[in-house]
């Protein structure tokens, strides 16, 4: 009788259990479809060895893995297959983990304190307005200190007959002083056709870096002294002259409204730059041009180094270059009549003229280096654009459209006195009254006390803060009126070395009317145009008008004492009286004409210039005639405004 195989054992189980048997336990036709879903099913959910030859793939690293499975196993134990469905229940709960270990990471801190980081992100940015109004001023000081302390220095050497005849014999040095001179004065004539169309083409920042490269260009030039490098040197100069100090002004008081916005982040017309209350920023337009002023005097100071530490020692004592001047002060006749063609005992070297002037340039470079690096922008990117988009024509014409503001004409005259002083002070009073008593020698000494005193008084504009705005410009006015006096009726003693108080002294009070003179009219202009479109404009007529009547001095060089003192008596006279009516005016609310602005006719397409509406819409590139209108409005020129509330009236 034949042996029969042993019956396998029953389980519950596997009577249950759907899935098929293994081709090798249930042999039979037409089960070779179900022995290869078998073997999916056990290659995929029981994670077992592939057999040889089998496409099976690899499994992934990163995936979690199941113990193998055996297939006889899986006959056996079903529960194979739970283990695996818990596997796969794993691998659920721990892509949860990895998301949230994700939301951890990228999510927000705990700790994190909304309101504290934005207070810390705007005190950051005020921290750089300070920054940029330092670093203006800085080199401010710099540049003009350079300029004047180079110029003062090769005057002299070049006025010497024995420095002139041994170094320069045949290219006629004398003339080609008078020449840079001309240069210097008189191509700021034509300043108000060109600033502001410079200004707003390179921006406020490159304009400023562009005209401190041009006087450092002017110190360069003094290493080979020829006609063709000095005299063309001299004309950039005169060019750069307007445009650098209209965009200083244009950049201080831009400093003083974006610190104003920063410190009012969270106010309403901030977030939605909006014109900011009249008056709103007055507070910081006095500090900032106090402080820049307040540094810029000290360029008085600097530009006495050269001569101090250098030329000093070359130059023969007053009694010889003042034995020929019979008359000082009142009674004298052009500029210092009677001094010695000889004021150098010795010539300096050549290489330590090269040294000198290395060191010079050397500041100036670092005044360049100051604006590019630490000065930032004056405006936002989207603002300069539109400054510049409203048409070039139009720039060039608007300068003499803010002319018929009466505010700015009752000012004109304050801007002229204010060019007649500064260069009076560094000419007519330092030689025909300091030289001619003090003699050459003393004259950097007495043009530092003038220095030190403007700049110590330039922190009396603070009481701006408290007092009316007119004190501050009336003191200054009625310190120069006693001075020129003063001046008018004195007539020092040559050689007298005892006057040298009296001098000291009033070269200190000239210091002090000159910084109440110059804070005050730019704070004044800060406070009454208040509209970052119009300040540039607004400067560059402040500053043209101040060269116009440095040209002046210029040309009344050749003029008695009394005459000059004369004029510039009467020309303070006038200021004083215009500025008091124009305040008057103001005080009556009577209406004033500013000339309208035009709208930006840029094109807002795409990302080039970023907007709420239609900037980043479909269809904002393709659409015409209406869009069209409103992208192009019609340039108004000829239009102009009157402000319509007592608000926008008053100063």
């Given at each position: 009788?034949?042996?029969?195989p042993?019956?396998?054992?029953s389980?519950?189980q596997?009577?249950?259990?759907?899935?098929?048997r293994?081709?090798?336990?249930?042999?039979?036709?037409?089960?070779?479809?179900e022995?290869?879903?078998?073997?999916?099913?056990?290659?995929?959910?029981?994670h077992?060895?592939?057999?040889?030859?089998?496409t099976?793939?690899?499994?992934?690293?990163?995936?979690?893995?199941?113990?193998?499975?055996?297939?006889?196993?899986?006959?056996?134990?079903?529960?194979?297959?739970?283990?695996?469905?818990?596997m796969?229940?794993?691998?659920?709960?721990?892509?949860?983990?990895?998301?949230?270990?994700?939301?951890?990471?990228?999510?927000?801190?705990?700790?994190?304190?909304?309101?504290?980081?934005?207070?810390k992100?705007?005190?950051?940015?005020?921290?750089?307005?300070?920054?940029?109004?330092?670093?203006?001023?800085?080199?401010?000081?710099?540049?003009?200190?350079?300029?004047?302390?180079?110029?003062?220095?090769?005057?002299?050497?070049h006025?010497?007959?024995?420095?002139?005849?041994?170094?320069?014999?045949?290219?006629?040095?004398?003339?080609?002083?008078?020449?840079?001179?001309?240069?210097?004065?008189v191509t700021?004539?034509?300043?108000?056709l060109?600033?502001?169309?410079?200004?707003?083409?390179f921006?406020?920042?490159?304009?400023?870096?562009?005209?401190?490269?041009?006087?450092?260009?002017?110190?360069s030039?003094?290493?080979?002294?020829?006609?063709y490098?000095?005299?063309?040197?001299?004309?950039?100069?005169?060019?750069a002259?307007?445009?650098?100090?209209?965009?200083?002004?244009?950049?201080i008081?831009?400093?003083?409204?974006?610190?104003?916005?920063?410190?009012?982040y969270?106010?309403e017309?901030?977030?939605?730059?909006?014109?900011a209350?009249?008056?709103?920023?007055?507070?910081?337009?006095?500090?900032?041009?106090?402080?820049?002023?307040?540094?810029?005097?000290?360029?008085?100071?600097?530009?006495?180094?050269?001569m101090?530490?250098?030329?000093?020692?070359?130059?023969?004592?007053?009694?010889?270059?003042?034995?020929?001047v019979k008359?000082?002060?009142?009674?004298?006749?052009?500029t210092?009549p009677?001094?010695?063609?000889?004021?150098?005992?010795?010539?300096?070297?050549?290489?330590?003229?090269?040294?000198?002037?290395?060191?010079?340039?050397?500041?100036?470079?670092?005044?360049?280096?100051?604006?590019?690096?630490?000065?930032?922008?004056?405006?936002?990117?989207?603002?300069?654009?539109?400054?510049?988009?409203?048409?070039?024509?139009?720039?060039?014409?608007?300068?003499?459209?803010?002319?018929r503001?009466?505010r700015?004409?009752?000012?004109?005259?304050?801007f002229?006195?204010?060019?007649?002083?500064?260069?009076?002070?560094?000419?007519?009073?330092?030689?025909?009254?300091?030289?001619?008593?003090?003699?050459?020698?003393?004259?950097?000494?007495?043009?530092?006390?003038?220095?030190?005193?403007?700049?110590?008084?330039?922190?009396?504009a603070?009481c701006?803060?408290?007092?009316?705005?007119?004190?501050?410009?009336?003191?200054?006015?009625?310190?120069?009126?006693?001075?020129?006096?003063?001046?008018?009726?004195?007539?020092?003693?040559?050689?007298?070395?005892?006057?040298?108080?009296?001098?000291?002294?009033?070269?200190?009070?000239?210091?002090?009317?000159?910084?109440?003179?110059?804070?005050?009219i730019?704070?004044?202009?800060?406070?009454?145009?208040?509209?970052?479109?119009?300040?540039?404009?607004?400067?560059t007529i402040y500053?043209?008008?101040?060269?116009?009547?440095?040209?002046?001095?210029?040309?009344?060089?050749?003029?008695?004492?009394?005459a000059?003192?004369?004029?510039?008596?009467?020309?303070l006279?006038?200021?004083?009286?215009?500025?008091?009516?124009?305040?008057?005016?103001?005080?009556?609310?009577v209406?004033?004409?500013?000339?309208?602005?035009?709208?930006?006719?840029?094109?807002?397409?795409?990302?080039?210039?970023?907007?709420?509406?239609?900037?980043d819409?479909?269809?904002?590139?393709?659409?015409g005639?209406?869009d069209?209108?409103?992208?192009?409005?019609?340039?108004?020129?000829?239009?102009d405004?009157?402000?319509?509330?007592?608000?926008?009236?008053?100063?």
């Amino acid at each position: 009788m034949p042996r029969q195989p042993p019956k396998p054992a029953s389980h519950p189980q596997n009577e249950v259990s759907p899935h098929p048997r293994h081709p090798a336990t249930s042999p039979g036709p037409g089960k070779g479809s179900e022995s290869a879903r078998a073997q999916s099913r056990t290659g995929t959910q029981c994670h077992g060895p592939p057999r040889a030859g089998s496409t099976h793939t690899k499994a992934r690293p990163d995936t979690i893995q199941a113990p193998p499975c055996p297939e006889a196993a899986m006959e056996k134990d079903p529960s194979c297959y739970q283990d695996a469905a818990k596997m796969v229940a794993g691998d659920g709960s721990s892509a949860e983990g990895t998301e949230t270990q994700l939301d951890d990471f990228v999510g927000a801190h705990p700790d994190y304190n909304e309101e504290e980081e934005e207070q810390k992100y705007y005190r950051r940015k005020r921290l750089g307005v300070v920054k940029n109004v330092l670093a203006a001023s800085l080199a401010g000081t710099l540049t003009y200190g350079v300029y004047l302390g180079l110029l003062q220095m090769q005057l002299i050497l070049h006025y010497d007959e024995t420095y002139r005849e041994v170094k320069y014999s045949n290219i006629q040095l004398e003339d080609i002083d008078r020449k840079v001179l001309m240069g210097i004065n008189v191509t700021p004539v034509a300043a108000l056709l060109y600033t502001p169309v410079l200004i707003r083409f390179f921006g406020t920042k490159w304009a400023m870096f562009l005209a401190v490269g041009i006087y450092a260009l002017f110190v360069s030039s003094n290493y080979w002294e020829r006609y063709y490098t000095l005299v063309p040197s001299a004309v950039a100069i005169g060019v750069a002259i307007v445009p650098l100090w209209a965009s200083m002004g244009n950049y201080i008081t831009r400093m003083a409204q974006k610190y104003y916005e920063y410190v009012n982040y969270k106010e309403e017309h901030v977030q939605e730059q909006q014109r900011a209350p009249r008056g709103a920023c007055n507070t910081y337009i006095i500090i900032f041009q106090t402080v820049f002023y307040t540094c810029f005097h000290l360029s008085f100071v600097c530009a006495q180094m050269p001569m101090l530490f250098f030329l000093n020692n070359y130059l023969y004592q007053l009694n010889h270059t003042l034995f020929g001047v019979k008359h000082c002060g009142t009674l004298s006749h052009g500029t210092l009549p009677g001094f010695n063609k000889t004021v150098l005992q010795s010539l300096p070297r050549s290489i330590n003229l090269i040294i000198v002037e290395s060191a010079l340039m050397a500041a100036a470079f670092l005044a360049m280096l100051v604006v590019l690096v630490l000065c930032g922008s004056a405006y936002r990117p989207t603002e300069e654009i539109d400054l510049r988009s409203i048409g070039w024509g139009n720039i060039f014409q608007l300068p003499f459209k803010h002319m018929r503001d009466y505010r700015l004409r009752h000012l004109f005259p304050l801007f002229i006195y204010s060019g007649f002083e500064v260069l009076f002070v560094c000419t007519g009073f330092s030689l025909n009254y300091g030289v001619c008593a003090l003699g050459l020698e003393n004259l950097a000494y007495l043009l530092m006390a003038y220095g030190f005193s403007a700049s110590a008084c330039s922190s009396l504009a603070l009481c701006m803060l408290r007092l009316r705005r007119q004190i501050l410009l009336l003191a200054g006015a009625l310190v120069h009126a006693a001075l020129l006096v003063t001046l008018f009726c004195w007539a020092p003693e040559p050689r007298h070395l005892v006057q040298a108080p009296l001098l000291y002294s009033i070269a200190v009070l000239w210091g002090m009317g000159s910084a109440l003179n110059k804070t005050g009219i730019s704070i004044l202009l800060g406070v009454l145009y208040e509209d970052k479109e119009r300040q540039d404009f607004v400067f560059t007529i402040y500053h043209w008008w101040q060269a116009l009547a440095i040209f002046t001095v210029y040309l009344w060089s050749g003029l008695p004492m009394k005459a000059k003192l004369s004029i510039m008596l009467l020309t303070l006279a006038v200021a004083v009286g215009a500025y008091l009516w124009m305040e008057h005016k103001v005080a009556q609310h009577v209406a004033y004409r500013l000339p309208r602005i035009p709208r930006p006719r840029h094109k807002m397409h795409g990302y080039r210039y970023l907007e709420e509406d239609d900037s980043d819409e479909t269809g904002s590139e393709g659409d015409g005639g209406k869009d069209d209108n409103d992208e192009h409005p019609t340039e108004a020129t000829g239009g102009d405004e009157l402000p319509k509330d007592d608000g926008d009236q008053l100063g």
